[in-house]
Structures are given as structure tokens and as C-alpha cells.
């Protein structure tokens, strides 16, 4: 499947007009269509395209992203589905916050996210706004605040707030520049200083119906059962290479190497879990399982990983061997190279040159995978003497096991690993030879 999806990025700069950050803006299609009848619908949107598509380190560098949310996406939780670092939350308080609200941002606050206060206009706001001692940022509107009391609502700010930076919104003219660095702005916004520039890149879609099982599985507080997890994630390879992609995102700024989905549930953690699989459930770039291209690689995954698991079981390579498998199909998925869309994972060198190069017993088992694809029983002698028939009816069966369950509205996720129906052959020989690769 082959689509886009697009991102605004507007550059906040200081007086020097060197690039502080971005705000990061919904963007629909390629002429600016922003249109949302839910405000926190297109906030969504913002998060999934900038963690879970492009990467945030794509998107700013290392510069700061900044992006414009409800104080009750804070209330919910939803923010921990992005990493404190490098991102700040812009907030509007047009109305006094009620004491939960309060505490949830002070809360926020003490687990390392930065807030914007955003669209002051009005200095006895400011003088009693609730998330002002709270805020790094305040962002002053200079289309509705009154002249005569920029001076004001800049000193109330520093006052209220030490070390706050002030920036000045929607700068329109050169005059208007001068003028705000005059009064003392830290940095600066506006179309006069840039417009928004459009970002665009193929789509990485990931299937509705089994980002709404993760989330169904992650719906008790206490009970988590993480076999379960691993088996959702594996129903889908779209959906591992999206939890992988979040595992890259938060995981800015560092060098973490997963081989394996296990790992990978580990160091997200419940809570980042959970806001992962709201976030692809409600998605509005999600695919529906009718999708057919879609589907028919989510089988062919799926059939590779339930044999890898069947042809290393016995070795402690199965978790390695899913994974690899999962994303070997990556390419027919998105309609890219295979190596460009492994690099925009945290996988373990061993994992990645098992898909790509064939590598180490993981590797040889992708190659007898394939073969039994093609029904190449020359290349399925050679890879594994004396085993073809039996290899190619173990594919059968694990292809049907795989198209039963993606189609089944009852139970997306199947069962992966040698304990599936679809696998009662055993392990192929695992040691390479002249005459022969290993399993």
C-alpha cells in the first residue's frame, strides 16, 4: 500500500533568527487542509505522524518540537505516548483549569515535559493563569494583545515563571521584528520569519482492527498478560514495525538495539503501550482489514514468523526468528527498501542481517521460508535435503492458519510459534555444511 501523509513545521527563532524549534502542525494533504472538528483528534494526528511515522529526530533534529494540545490530553495520559525530551506541550487556559487538571500538569511537569502557555493576550489572564508557574514557555498573541501592555505581560511572565522564555506570535513585518526585540522577546514566530513548510513521506500504515486488540489487551490496570501482548503484536507485521518505530521514539537521543518483540514491550513499558494503541486504534491514517494488498502481506508475515518459530524451535533463536520474519515483509508493505525501512528501527545488528543478508541460522530460515513461497523445491533440497514435501505442506498449513485468523473478527491474533497448529514438523538442521545451509 502506497500512500502519504504530511506534517506543518514553522520554525521559532531567536533575534539572531537561528532556529530554536519547530511547532509541528496538522496538515491533511498537500494544500494545507487542517480541518477538525475535535481539536484533539488533529493533536493526535500530530503525535502518530511525528513519533510513529517520520521519528522525531527526522522531524526537529535537535531542536525542540513544539505542539498545540487540550490540558485533557495531559489528563488522560496521552502525552506519555511521547518522550519528555526535545518536545513541549502547548496549552491554551482560556477558562480556569479545575484542581485534576492541576495536578495532572504539575504531575506532568515533575516527569520532565515542558509546557507552552499558549495565546496570552490578555495581562490579568496571565496574572492568574494556573499553568503560567508551570510553563518553560509563554507565547504572547500579537495580533490581540494590546500594545501598551507587552511590556507588562513580558515582565509578569519572567516574574511568575523564572527562566521562561517569551515568544512573540505571529510576527507579520520587519518593523514588527525590531519592534518585539526592542521589548525583550527571547524568540520569535511568525510568516513574516517563515511560513510553515510541508512535510511529506510515504505512510506507514498499520491495521486498525489490530491496534484495537492491543488495546483491548492492555485494558486491565493489574492483570497484563505480556504472552498476549507478543501475540497481538506478531498477529500484525505492520503493527511490530510501528511498536518498533515507537521504541526508536522514545528512546531519543540514545542507542537501544532490539532483536526481539519481548524486548522491544520491555522497554516501552504499560503506560507507553497503551497510548501507542490508542493512538493507531483512532487513527485517521490506520488501515481497515479489507484493505486486500494489506491483508495478503499481513498473511505472508505472519506464515513466515509461525515457520520460523516451528524450524528454530529448541533454540533460544524463536523470538529473534519472529521478529525477523514480521519484518521481512516490510518492503511489500510500504513499497520501500527493505534496508531503508529496517534503518528506521532499533533492530539488533543480528536481527537486521538476518532479513536482509541472510545471516546466521535466523537467516538461513528466512531463505527456506522463501523458497517454500515460490514452491522452489530445487532451493528447498539444497537449504534443507530430504524435507521438502514436508516443508511445503508445513508452509500450506501455516499460510492457512495465518489467512484464517486475520480474516477471524472474533480473534485477530492467531497463535505464533511451534505450538501452532500450522507447525507440528520439527526444527531443520541448524549446523551449515558443504552440500547444505541451516535451517
Known amino acids: 500500500m502506497n500512500s502519504e501523509v504530511f506534517l506543518g513545521r514553522q520554525p521559532i527563532v531567536d ?4 532556529i530554536f524549534g519547530y511547532e509541528l502542525l496538522y496538515r491533511g494533504g498537500p494544500h494545507r487542509q487542517t480541518a477538525f472538528d475535535d481539536p484533539d483528534a488533529a493533536t493526535r494526528a500530530v503525535m502518530e505522524r511525528v513519533f510513529l511515522q517520520w521519528g522525531m529526530e527526522h522531524v526537529v533534529g535537535d531542536r525542540f518540537g513544539m505542539m498545540n494540545a487540550s490540558a485533557s490530553l495531559v489528563v488522560n495520559g496521552l502525552h506519555h505516548a511521547m518522550p519528555p525530551e526535545g ?6 487556559e482560556s477558562e480556569p483549569f479545575d484542581q485534576p487538571t492541576v495536578d ?3 504531575a506532568a511537569r515533575l516527569d520532565g515535559y515542558h509546557f507552552a502557555l499558549d495565546n ?9 493563569s494556573q499553568l503560567l508557574p508551570l510553563a518553560s514557555i509563554v507565547k504572547i498573541e500579537l495580533t490581540t494583545a494590546h ?11 519572567r516574574e511568575r515563571s523564572p527562566g521562561v522564555l517569551v515568544v512573540a506570535e505571529k510576527v507579520e513585518s520587519q518593523d514588527e521584528f525590531n519592534r518585539c526585540v526592542e521589548h525583550g522577546f527571547d524568540l520569535f514566530q511568525g510568516y513574516h520569519l517563515s511560513e510553515p513548510e510541508l512535510l511529506r513521506r510515504p505512510a506507514r500504515h498499520a491495521t486498525r482492527r489490530s491496534a484495537t486488540a492491543l488495546r483491548a489487551a492492555l485494558r486491565s490496570e493489574t492483570d497484563i498478560d505480556v504472552t498476549r501482548l507478543e501475540a497481538v503484536v506478531g498477529s500484525d507485521p505492520s503493527l511490530t514495525f510501528r511498536l518498533l518505530t515507537a521504541v526508536n ?10 532483536t526481539t518483540l519481548e524486548e522491544a514491550i520491555a522497554l516501552l513499558g504499560v503506560s507507553k503501550l497503551r497510548c501507542l494503541a490508542d493512538l493507531l486504534a483512532s487513527s485517521i491514517d490506520a488501515v481497515d482489514e479489507d484493505a486486500h494488498d494489506h491483508l495478503a502481506e499481513i498473511v505472508r508475515g505472519v ?7 516451528s524450524l528454530l524451535d529448541g533454540t533460544d533463536l524463536v523470538p529473534c526468528g519472529v521478529t525477523a520474519a514480521l519484518l521481512s515483509v516490510a518492503d511489500r508493505l510500504y513499497g520501500a527498501p527493505l534496508g531503508d525501512l529496517l534503518g528506521e528501527l532499533p533492530m539488533s545488528e543480528t536481527a537486521a542481517d538476518a532479513v536482509l543478508r541472510g545471516a546466521g541460522p535466523v537467516g538461513a530460515v528466512l531463505d527456506i521460508v522463501r523458497a517454500c513461497e515460490q514452491g522452489d523445491r530445487v532451493a528447498i533440497e539444497h537449504l534443507a535435503p530430504g524435507r521438502a514435501d514436508e516443508l511445503i505442506d508445513m508452509h500450506r498449513r501455516a499460510e492457512f492458519a495465518a489467512r484464517l485468523a486475520a480474516t477471524n473478527p472474533a480473534d485477530p491474533t492467531g497463535r505464533i510459534g511451534p505450538t501452532s497448529p500450522a507447525n507440528r514438523a520439527g526444527p531443520v538442521d541448524s549446523e551449515r555444511s558443504e552440500t547444505s545451509e541451516p535451517a
Open 15 to 18: 533575534a539572531d533568527r537561528d
Open 87 to 92: 518536545i513541549i506541550i502547548e496549552v491554551r
Open 104 to 106: 495532572a500538569l504539575r
Open 120 to 128: 496570552v493576550s490578555r495581562l490579568g489572564d496571565l496574572e492568574h
Open 147 to 157: 500594545h501598551a501592555e507587552i511590556d507588562r505581560l513580558i515582565a509578569v511572565a
Open 249 to 258: 521514539a522514545n528512546a531519543f537521543g540514545l542507542d537501544r538495539r532490539v
Open 303 to 309: 506464515t513466515r514468523a509461525d515457520m520460523a518459530a
